[in-house]
């Protein structure tokens, strides 16, 4: 990450510039972030059309395991060390 600089040693064009610069770089990430959003909000409309057909065919949709990881989860223990 680079370092700010000091501020009272730019010049006026430079300090307008610094802020051109930060504002085209803050448009940047912030259509990036759009974009991820919109991404997972993809992902998860498909993981939840799979959870329906899943239980609209009878099978279960959460399973003995997706509770025990759940419950590990919000334990705070997090992932198990086997993988699961």
Known sequence: MD??????SL???????????????????SYRRRILHGKIDIL???L???LRK???GGQDVISG???????DIL?????RPDGE
């Open 65 to 71: 395991a997706d509770v025990e990881r759940l419950t």
């Open 75 to 79: 334990s705070g223990r997090g992932p």
């Open 44 to 46: 998860r409309a498909e």
């Open 54 to 56: 899943k239980h609209e």
């Open 48 to 50: 939840v059309n799979r």
């Open 11 to 29: 010049t006026d064009q430079e300090l307008k510039d610094l802020i051109q610069q930060m504002t085209e770089e803050e448009i940047e990430i």
């Open 3 to 8: 370092t700010f600089p000091d501020l009272g």
